[in-house]
């Protein structure tokens, strides 16, 4: 490998608990960067938030419990495994009525491995999108309500 190719590439491995760790200039012995999967998590739950025809994530039973009780848990309905320099995310989402499923969750993919990949400088190898519900507006139960 050439040499220049060398100072461009990330030397990256998986930290023991769940981050990658990144190690931006080989030369610099001991130096390193973590990043922790909840970070991952977090940036891939903002985007999210940001697709049209997402509604929310879902986190189960347990993080509608959390809501309630006033906490807002960033990474709820993401898993996300590292594995060396590779990044795997799975979301559990609830998409809005009306709204393509397809297109919601294209654009939701593209823009979570874009915006992963250049703020981590990590590999995103894949996104698994769990659609878990669908989102009604509050006026369109009350069109259903009326008609019964």
Request: charged share 45%; aromatic share 2%; net charge negative.
């Given at each position: 490998m050439?040499?220049?190719?060398?100072?461009?590439k990330?030397?990256?491995?998986?930290?023991g608990s769940g981050e990658a760790v990144l190690k931006p200039?080989?030369?610099?012995?001991?130096?390193?960067v973590r990043i922790s999967a909840e970070v991952i998590a977090v940036i891939a739950s903002i985007i999210s938030s940001d697709i049209p025809g997402i509604a929310d994530l879902s986190g189960g039973v347990v993080?509608?419990?959390?809501?309630?009780?006033?906490?807002?848990?960033?990474?709820?309905g993401i898993k996300v495994d590292v594995n060396e320099d590779?990044?795997?995310?799975?979301?559990?989402?609830?998409?809005?009525?009306?709204?393509?499923?397809?297109e919601s969750t294209d654009k939701l993919k593209k823009e979570i491995r874009t915006n992963v990949e250049k703020t981590t400088g990590l590999t995103v190898e894949a996104i698994n999108i769990?659609?878990?519900?669908?989102?009604?507006?509050?006026?369109?139960?009350?069109?259903?309500?009326?008609?019964?």
């Open positions: 050439a040499e220049e190719e060398k100072k461009g990330k030397d990256v491995k998986t930290g200039d080989p030369s610099k012995e001991g130096d390193s993080g509608g419990i959390a809501e309630r009780l006033g906490r807002r848990d960033m990474t709820r590779r990044i795997t995310i799975d979301l559990n989402v609830i998409v809005e009525y009306g709204k393509s499923i397809v769990n659609v878990q519900g669908i989102n009604v507006p509050e006026e369109e139960k009350k069109e259903e309500a009326e008609d019964k």
